[in-house]
């Protein structure tokens, strides 16, 4: 019976043991903004999904290639059922009838190996591997892209985050400034230096803050999930972001940042590799109406038996040189190069569009740039004004010189004033992002060459 007991009890504390590892908090992520740009790169499953694209290119340059390669393969045959062939021959001996002799010009088992490999095809390997390195650089050209887009999206979550934090703290201060003004209103109030009115008029404002507060808190978690998912980590994880809402030092090169982004959005180069392969597709399907040159060749093995000893199989071997001369496609050559100088005058008219609203997207960032910064510097001894607003007003309220709604206005005025300096400041770090993304500008280590 204590041993029963005994067991029970050790099996008690496994279980229980391992419900507490199971219910171990997951420990918390500490992120800069370096840190959280890296963790994107390496782990958003869409900017994962875009390099895979590279791989599958990789693989059609090595497709390629395999067309300049010979082919060779090895083909065996077991004739299951035949029907020979039947000779009549006149018989020697007069009133006989004819002779009939079946005859097998086939062997039951044939065993061939084969070769061929292409002399001339009309330039269209070479086409077609030029095509597919072309197709490479452009599906770089798209990894690249995507990884600008994705930092961008991870500064906007990330900086997003501290914004969110910014606004709760705000909410916070004008709840805590409008119930410590509350409750110096109910003491002036018990001792008779505050009106009824005041005390419920401070009320209302404290209750009114509340849910502004509350909201302020949610928006931190939906801005924490958004930030998450940017990352590409588990929705569970508590994070902890380490930075501050700080602009960049103003690009003294803004003049020049058309220039660079016509020379380095990965749009235009992948618009450019592009219009590279719609050039070999069209010098491919010219090349389908040249002649084709190849030669080949078979080694084969046949016999009535499957042994092996010597003496029985027969052998022989062909090298053959062939030539292919299309004479009449039904027009699907002509078809495909009007398809391929389509295509790439549809390609030209696009990258010459494309440049413009690349053009136009770099002076609107410039633009944006500029204002964010001057909104900034506008904003910036507006808080420490408006700080010390609310501190004269509630002094001049204790001393009967102010109203109640003189110190409510004071509050309010803080609050916004804080609101816009945190709203500026992300505004400032923002813009500057969204003038790298549209010039164009990569980790140096991911540029194509």
């Known amino acids: 019976m204590k041993k029963t007991a005994a067991a029970f009890v050790a099996m008690l504390l496994v279980v229980l043991g391992t419900a507490a590892i199971a219910q171990e908090p997951k420990p918390t992520l500490v992120l800069t903004i370096d840190e959280a740009i890296a963790m994107a790169l390496r782990q958003n499953p869409f900017h994962l999904a875009s390099q895979e694209k590279v791989v599958q290119a990789r693989?059609?340059?090595?497709?390629?290639?395999?067309?300049?390669?010979?082919?060779?393969?090895?083909?065996?045959?077991?004739?299951?059922?035949?029907?020979?062939?039947?000779?009549?021959?006149?018989?020697?001996?007069?009133?006989?009838?004819?002779?009939?002799?079946s005859i097998d010009f086939t062997k039951d088992y044939q065993m061939a190996l084969a070769f061929s490999l292409p002399l001339f095809a009309g330039g269209r390997l070479t086409a077609g591997y030029k095509q597919a390195t072309y197709g490479l650089q452009a599906s770089r050209e798209a990894v690249r892209l995507s990884e600008q887009e994705t930092i961008y999206e991870a500064k906007r979550a990330f900086y997003g985050y501290l914004l969110a934090k910014e606004f709760s703290a705000v909410a916070g201060e004008g709840l805590?400034?409008?119930?410590?003004?509350?409750?110096?209103?109910k003491n002036l109030f018990e001792v008779g230096m505050a009106s009824k009115f005041d005390l419920l008029r401070s009320e209302v404002q404290v209750a009114n803050l509340k849910p502004q507060a509350?909201?302020?808190?949610?928006?931190?978690?939906?801005a924490a999930l958004g930030l998450?998912?940017?990352?590409?980590?588990?929705?569970?994880?508590?994070?902890?972001v380490r930075g501050e809402l700080a602009p960049a030092p103003l690009d003294a090169a803004a003049e020049g940042v058309i220039a660079e982004a016509l020379a380095q959005r990965p749009e235009l180069r992948q618009l450019d590799y592009q219009r590279r392969m719609a050039g070999e597709m069209l010098k491919i399907a010219r090349g389908s109406l040249l002649p084709t040159l190849a030669i080949g060749g078979a080694y084969s093995f046949w016999s009535d038996a499957l042994k092996f000893s010597k003496g029985?199989?027969?052998?022989?071997?062909?090298?053959n040189l062939s030539l292919s001369l299309p004479i009449f496609d039904g027009f699907e050559s002509r078809a495909r190069i009007g398809q391929s100088?389509?295509?790439?005058?549809?390609?030209?008219?696009?990258?010459?569009?494309?440049?413009?609203?690349?053009?136009?997207?770099?002076?609107?960032?410039v633009l944006n740039n500029a204002q964010a910064r001057?909104?900034?510097?506008?904003?910036?001894?507006?808080?420490e004004q408006a700080r010390e607003a609310v501190r004269i007003?509630?002094?001049?309220?204790?001393?009967?010189?102010?109203?109640?709604?003189?110190?409510?206005?004071?509050?309010?005025?803080?609050?916004?004033?804080?609101?816009?300096?945190?709203?500026?400041?992300?505004?400032?770090v923002i813009s500057q992002a969204q003038l790298e993304k549209a010039v164009g500008r990569s980790r140096p280590e991911s540029r194509s060459n």
């Open 59 to 101: 693989s059609q340059v090595h497709q390629a290639v395999s067309g300049f390669l010979p082919t060779v393969s090895a083909q065996g045959t077991d004739t299951l059922d035949e029907k020979l062939f039947v000779l009549e021959f006149p018989s020697l001996i007069p009133g006989e009838p004819p002779q009939r002799i």
């Open 176 to 185: 805590a400034l409008a119930e410590k003004f509350r409750d110096n209103v």
């Open 214 to 222: 509350i909201r302020a808190r949610n928006s931190v978690e939906v």
């Open 228 to 240: 998450k998912t940017i990352l590409g980590v588990a929705l569970d994880t508590p994070i902890e």
């Open 312 to 319: 029985s199989w027969q052998n022989y071997y062909t090298i």
């Open 341 to 365: 100088k389509a295509a790439i005058r549809e390609l030209d008219l696009t990258r010459r569009g494309l440049s413009d609203a690349i053009a136009f997207e770099v002076r609107q960032a």
């Open 374 to 383: 001057e909104t900034l510097m506008s904003q910036e001894k507006n808080v």
């Open 393 to 428: 007003a509630e002094l001049n309220y204790a001393e009967g010189l102010a109203t109640n709604l003189d110190v409510s206005t004071a509050q309010v005025a803080l609050s916004q004033a804080r609101t816009n300096y945190s709203q500026a400041l992300y505004d400032c």
